[in-house]
Antibody, heavy 123, light 107 residues
Framework: EVQVVESGGGLVQPGGSMKLSCAAL????????MAWVRQAPTEGLEWVAS????????YYRDSVRGRFTISRDNAKSTLYLQMDSLRSEDTATYYC????????????????WGQGTLVTVSS | DIQMTQSPHSLSASLGETVSIECLASEGISNYLAWYQQKPGKSPQLLIYYTSSLQDGVPSRFSGSGSGTQYSLKISNMQPEDEGVYYCQQGYKYPLTFGSGTKLEIK
């Protein structure tokens, strides 16, 4: 069974740092693009960042570029999100998600999601 | 960035009814459009990818259509378990963007 399990959320002060992890189970992690998607309380979904299979190509939304770093360790089947210079507007549930692959083509959409980890930025 | 305008914001339907949700992209997205369902306290679930392809395990009462900038999700024969919030998402160009969501309730 395909599973992605996030960890590392919690309360952090504005300007602080936090690192999220996502453990991948039940599939060959190194074959898939991976992503982080967030959802502020009572709000909609917002894509944060994606990373290629080998980790050499990354994509970020403008509001986090330069502050957040997505990375992966294929040997450990783990995805990471290093978040620095955190702001109150970064408060959200952060989901780890696997990009979709239908056997022939990759799509920039999300077939599997974790349960999410809540990050609260507050003093 | 590609803006995704989703409508309606909320919708109520009777059991057995057919409902449609629309998504308008600010530019052409070449059918790279997905639909998700999210229930309270749960993570989103993929329903449809590439405009009209049904994800494994999703009931056939869900269907998608569209092209260019206009896309829609149709739910036929509304069931109680279909309550939730539905989001569209374009996968054509980074940054990936979602619609604002449609809350679907049973009347």
């Amino acid at each position: 069974e395909v599973q992605v399990v996030e960890s590392g959320g919690g309360l952090v002060q504005p300007g602080g740092s936090m690192k999220l992890s996502c453990a991948a189970l039940g599939f060959t992690f190194s074959n898939y693009y991976m992503a982080w998607v967030r959802q502020a309380p009572t709000e909609g979904l917002e894509w944060v960042a994606s990373i290629s299979t080998g980790g050499t190509t990354t994509y970020y939304r403008d509001s986090v570029r330069g502050r957040f770093t997505i990375s992966r360790d294929n040997a450990k089947s783990t995805l990471y999100l290093q978040m620095d210079s955190l702001r109150s507007e970064d408060t959200a549930t952060y989901y780890c998600a696997r990009h979709y692959y239908d056997g022939s083509n990759y799509y920039a959409l999300f077939a599997y999601w974790g349960q999410g980890t809540l990050v609260t930025v507050s003093s | 960035d590609i803006q995704m305008t989703q409508s309606p914001h909320s919708l109520s339907a009777s059991l057995g009814e057919t409902v449609s949700i629309e998504c308008l992209a600010s530019e052409g997205i070449s059918n790279y459009l997905a639909w998700y369902q999210q229930k309270p306290g749960k993570s989103p679930q993929l329903l449809i990818y590439y405009t009209s392809s049904l994800q494994d395990g999703v009931p056939s009462r869900f269907s998608g259509s569209g092209s260019g900038t206009q896309y829609s999700l149709k739910i036929s024969n509304m069931q109680p378990e279909d309550e939730g919030v539905y989001y569209c998402q374009q996968g054509y160009k980074y940054p990936l963007t979602f619609g604002s969501g449609t809350k679907l309730e049973i009347k």
